[in-house]
């Protein structure tokens, strides 16, 4: 199994998403999308250079997943949506939905045409959109097969319960596709 990685924005993501894919690395290989931005000094990732980037790292690979974290989501959903890129599978920690609307985004036709089947880790008090919102989110619009998991009582954007990431991907990476419509 190959992982694309994509971080948060923060730089501290950086060591972060390096630890990830250490852990995966037991059961899986992969790459990681480092941003731009980390080196210039600026303060948020270019979703369009970095979906870009995506598209080259990727490049010819046709059997891949992503694993990705917050600003790292929205570049999925919408290289997704997009039909730039089709991971068979897709893991998002942290899904920034209250930003990703302040900022923009149009993470609702994201999520309404996402044909991706994905697990949503969400914090139950992540300051981002917390667990409840995001379950109702995904009822309401995604079509395809999710699941969304609580990281009961987390009040962070943090997402650092190793073995939940590690026993979440490496079982739901490893599984056969679900035929969704």
Same mark, same amino acid.
Not at 26 to 49: C, N, Q, V
Not at 119 to 134: K, R
């Given at each position: ?8 924005? @923060? ?14 690395? *037991?059961? %899986? ?10 080196? !210039? ?7 369009? $250079? ?10 010819? +690979? ?9 600003? *790292?989501?929205?570049? %999925?959903? $919408?290289?997704?949506?997009?039909? !730039? ?14 930003? %990703?609307?302040?900022? #923009? ?19 139950? &008090?992540?300051?981002? %959109? #917390? ?11 995604? $079509? ?11 009040? @962070? ?10 026993? +979440?991907?490496?079982? &739901?990476?490893? !599984?056969?596709? +679900?035929? !969704?419509?």
């Amino acid at each position: 199994m190959y992982i694309i990685y994509l971080p948060g924005n @923060s730089p501290n993501n950086k060591v972060w998403i390096e630890e990830v894919k250490e852990r995966f690395d *037991g059961f %899986a290989s992969g790459e990681i999308l480092y941003y731009i931005h980390w080196d !210039t000094g600026e303060e948020w990732a270019d979703i369009p $250079k970095e979906s870009v980037n995506l598209q080259k790292l990727i490049g010819d +690979t046709k059997d891949y997943v992503v694993f990705a974290k917050s600003i *790292g989501s929205i570049i %999925a959903l $919408k290289n997704i949506y997009e039909k !730039t890129i089709s991971p068979k599978k897709l893991i998002i920690c942290g899904l920034p939905y209250l930003t %990703a609307k302040a900022s #923009g985004y149009e993470i609702d036709k994201y999520l309404e045409e996402l044909h991706v089947e994905t697990i949503f880790i969400q914090n139950e &008090f992540d300051p981002l %959109a #917390g667990y409840e919102d995001v379950r109702k989110i995904v009822e309401e619009k995604v $079509k395809v097969d999710c699941k969304v998991i609580n990281e009961v009582g987390i009040d @962070s954007h943090s997402y650092r319960n190793w073995e939940l990431l590690i026993e +979440t991907a490496e079982k &739901f990476f490893k !599984t056969e596709i +679900t035929k !969704t419509n």
